[in-house]
Structure formats: structure tokens, C-alpha cells
């Protein structure tokens, strides 16, 4: 007898308390969807890979044992050829001021992104981007700072998500996916590494049990395939829009209101100074993000990078929203 679940209210958001509730229901209800790009972007993967096998089980022909197979791979030429010539011609990152008067700000941004390519090799992951959405049909980039070797200010740098490691809501149409109600990406880790991720809860981290089956639901990412190595633990980030309270200066005379982005404990002052302004609350939109080790919740708060936009680029070669 099927098993009714009751609706889940969409606007609840996740917390210590109901985050195992909130991730199987998401899982529950756009994984079906969600499957159907994973296993075709897998039988893309094999073939390119020069994997065709899959084809005898998928029209049940198994040939004799004495029997001799041919394949010829019609795939990975046609995609090299694209992608190396994206390789050989792709552009370097420059900036330019949009306002006069700006352009040492541009110049530094330009050194910064030049560090983060000469040092992290950014376009070359950009690249291998472009070549696994040829392969697969879409993946995502993410930008952070990585604080590993500079643990003060970190480093500019591009995480590359296939096609295996994240499922969304399958519904976003705008090329930016800004419309997107979440993003959940996988991951698998070991302990040292988790402790460096969370060094508070390096007690709670010790006493994690490997994954096993128990947490590992993206069943295309190669560490499944492995069932004797469980000592690794699932890190899972699940990106879901919100809205936050954000403070803005209005201007009587001219009815516009400013972003304030410097400290607040300033704005005070300039109100009482300038005699021009006054201080807003609105409400805008954002994204959060809940970091969940083996489903037991890590982080839940607004991005640490402190912008509002998706935190994610998709690059996609075949994907049609409709």
C-alpha cells in the first residue's frame, strides 16, 4: 500500500531541527526528474569515453562469446575539435570602468583575476567546463575563496560541478538560473579534510561513521561505485533562495534610494550630517545556503561571499528550458 506524504510548505526554511525533513523532501521530489538527465548524461559520458557496451544491454543483444565487437567512437572528435579550439582562442580577464576616474579600481580587479588564472588556473577550468557541457550537456561554476593558502584574505577560485554532483528544480528558464528555487550539490570527503572544513565541530566530526548507502543520493558520482571504501563522509550544499531585511540610504530630494555597502555603525553620521538622507529597511532577495555533513547540519545562513545573485554559472551546450 502506497504511503502518503503530506505537502511540504515551501516556504519553511531548513534548521537544525527539520534539515533531514527538508532534504528528503526535496530529494523525493525532483530527484524523478532529475534522474533522466543524470542517465543520459552518463550514456553520453560512457560513449565519449569509447564505452559502448551500454548499447547491447539497452537493446537486449548479447553477442556469442567468440563473437567480435567494433566500435567507433563518432563522438569524441567532433567535441575535441570544438573545445580545442576554444582552448587555443579562449580570452584573458580585463576589466574596464564603466565611470570615469575608475580606472586604477578596474587595474587592480584585472591583477587580482590575472593572480587567480596564474595560480588556480581558472581558465583552464572554465575550459574543462566548456568540454564536459559538450559531453554531458550541463554542468555549473561556482566561484569562491579558497583559504588554504592564504588563510586571511584566500584566493580567488572556480569550482567545476558535473553533471553528477548537483540536481536543481529542473524548472529554471533564465540562461543565468537566476530563477532557480535551489541548487543541492555532492561531495565526498575524509574526515581530515572535513575537520579542516568545520575545525569547531572536530568532535562531532570523529565520531562520523563512513557513507556507506546511507547518505550517498547522487548514485552517478564514481564513489558509489566503490562500496568497500566507506570511511569517506558526504558533504552536501543545498543553495535555496530566501529574502533578508537590507538597509538603504534614501534621498528625499531626488526619491532614490542608495546601497550602503560600508559599515553600518557610519550611517548615523551620515544621515545626521548630510541632512539629505534617511534610512530605509526593505526586504530583498538572496540566496542561503545549508552545508549538511553526513545530515548533520554544519551551516545554515546567507552566503558568505555576501552577495545576493545565484551562486552559480551554468554552462550548458544542450539543455533547452522548455
Not at 23 to 52: C, V
Not at 116 to 144: D, H, M, W
Not at 255 to 270: H, M, P, Q, S, T
Request: charged share 20%; net charge negative; proline share 6%.
Amino acid at each position: 500500500m502506497p504511503l502518503y506524504n503530506p505537502p511540504w510548505d515551501t516556504d519553511t526554511e531548513p534548521s537544525e531541527s527539520n534539515v533531514k525533513t527538508w532534504m528528503h523532501n526535496l530529494y523525493g521530489k525532483f530527484e524523478p526528474l532529475e534522474q533522466a538527465r543524470w542517465n543520459q548524461s552518463n550514456i553520453d559520458t560512457l560513449f565519449y569515453a569509447g564505452e559502448q557496451r551500454f548499447i547491447n544491454s539497452y537493446f537486449n543483444f548479447n553477442p556469442t562469446y567468440n563473437a567480435q565487437s567494433y566500435y567507433f567512437n563518432l563522438i569524441q572528435q567532433p567535441i575535441n575539435m570544438v573545445t580545442g579550439f576554444q582552448r587555443q582562442h579562449r580570452k584573458s580577464i580585463n576589466y574596464t570602468p564603466l565611470q570615469s576616474g575608475r580606472q586604477d579600481y578596474a587595474d587592480d580587479l584585472t591583477k587580482v583575476i590575472t593572480y587567480a588564472n596564474n595560480y588556480r588556473g581558472i581558465l583552464e577550468k572554465f575550459s574543462t567546463s566548456c568540454e564536459q557541457s559538450a559531453v554531458a550537456g550541463l554542468n555549473l561554476l561556482q566561484p569562491y575563496l579558497d583559504f588554504t593558502d592564504d588563510p586571511i584574505n584566500g584566493t580567488l577560485d572556480l569550482k567545476v560541478w558535473s553533471y553528477n554532483s548537483f540536481f536543481t528544480d529542473s524548472y529554471w528558464r533564465e540562461p543565468d538560473m537566476s530563477d532557480a528555487n535551489f541548487v543541492w550539490t555532492q561531495q565526498y570527503l575524509s574526515k581530515g579534510e572535513a575537520i579542516n572544513y568545520f575545525p569547531k565541530k572536530a568532535d562531532l566530526i570523529k565520531t562520523m561513521s563512513g557513507y556507506g548507502n546511507r547518505y550517498g543520493k547522487f548514485y552517478f558520482l564514481p564513489e558509489n561505485y566503490n562500496l568497500s571504501r566507506n570511511d569517506l563522509l558526504v558533504l552536501s550544499h543545498v543553495w535555496y533562495r530566501s529574502k533578508r531585511m537590507k538597509k538603504m540610504l534614501y534621498n528625499r530630494k531626488d526619491g532614490i534610494a542608495y546601497d550602503y555597502v560600508d559599515n553600518e555603525k557610519f550611517l548615523n553620521e551620515i544621515v545626521d550630517q548630510t541632512g539629505m538622507f534617511e534610512t530605509i529597511e526593505v526586504q530583498v532577495p538572496t540566496w542561503k545556503v545549508a552545508i549538511v555533513l553526513n545530515e548533520q547540519l554544519m551551516f545554515n545562513n546567507r552566503n558568505p561571499l555576501k552577495f545576493d545573485e545565484c551562486p552559480f554559472i551554468p554552462v550548458y551546450w544542450n539543455r533547452d528550458p522548455h
